[in-house]
């Protein structure tokens, strides 16, 4: 299994107040993705980073920021938590992109929820 | 910008038939790689099967085949034999190049039901 690790693995916490979620890797692999899952929509892109401080916003980035300041390293923080953001979220990371065959890997997910 | 759909919410099949996920993209990439994920009841995501953009077959991983129509622009995932443990969400995502930036997106899924 690839080692990714995604903490806290459930979290709950009220309206209003910063939240940051912490993708751990192992594997010194290049990119790092951070997806929401909520049901009918599949898994959407938030923030993703190719690489040490390079990082680009997905489909769904409004309300959210990430830092990678080390390559293991990939933080995902809701600036001011709203309800809308209740979801499941799913840390991945890849060695290539492009056409490269290599498959992202997935973290465990950290089910979030915001009352 | 590219986007992933997928027209089949959910699917039923019947135990040892075969079955046929569908999947469509749009990409402005002339390179880009397509893949298959299944997510049980458990939640995890596990990869089923990758497809080159430049590949010529198509490709094939025991059970899975993935039924690739570039002109289409379709990357079907076959699922022959069905098992009761294929009941799962089925995801078809893309990653593209140079314009996209190696994002990596998914479609909203399909729910598959394998019937005893």
């Known amino acids: 299994d690839a080692g990714i690790t995604q903490s806290p693995r459930h979290k709950v916490t009220e309206t209003g107040t910063p939240v940051t979620l912490r993708c751990h890797q192992t594997e010194n692999h290049r990119y790092m993705y951070w997806y929401r899952q909520d049901p009918g929509h599949g898994l959407r892109l938030i923030h993703y980073s190719y690489g040490v401080k390079d990082t680009d916003k997905g489909e769904v980035s409004d309300g959210y920021s990430v830092s990678r300041s080390k390559t293991e390293d990939f933080l995902l923080t809701l600036e001011s938590a709203t309800s809308s953001q209740t979801s499941v979220y799913f840390c991945?990371?890849?060695?290539?992109?492009?056409?490269?065959?290599?498959?992202?890997?997935f973290g465990q997910g950290t089910r979030l929820t915001v009352v | 910008a590219q986007k992933i759909t997928q027209t089949q919410p959910g699917m039923f099949v019947q135990e040892k038939e075969a079955v046929t996920l569908d999947c469509t993209y749009d990409?402005?990439?002339?390179?880009?790689?397509l893949f298959w994920y299944k997510q049980p009841s458990s939640g995890e995501m596990i990869f089923l099967i990758y497809q080159g953009s430049y590949d010529e077959q198509n490709a094939t991983e025991g059970r899975y085949s993935l039924n690739f129509q570039k002109a289409r622009k379709s990357a079907n995932l076959v699922i022959s034999a069905s098992q009761l443990g294929d009941s799962a969400m089925y995801f078809c995502a893309m990653r593209g190049s140079k314009t996209s930036y190696d994002k990596v997106i998914f479609g909203p899924g399909t729910s598959l039901s394998v019937i005893p």
């Open positions: 990409t402005s990439d002339q390179s880009y790689g």
């Open positions: 991945a990371i890849s060695e290539s992109g492009g056409q490269s065959d290599t498959e992202a890997f």
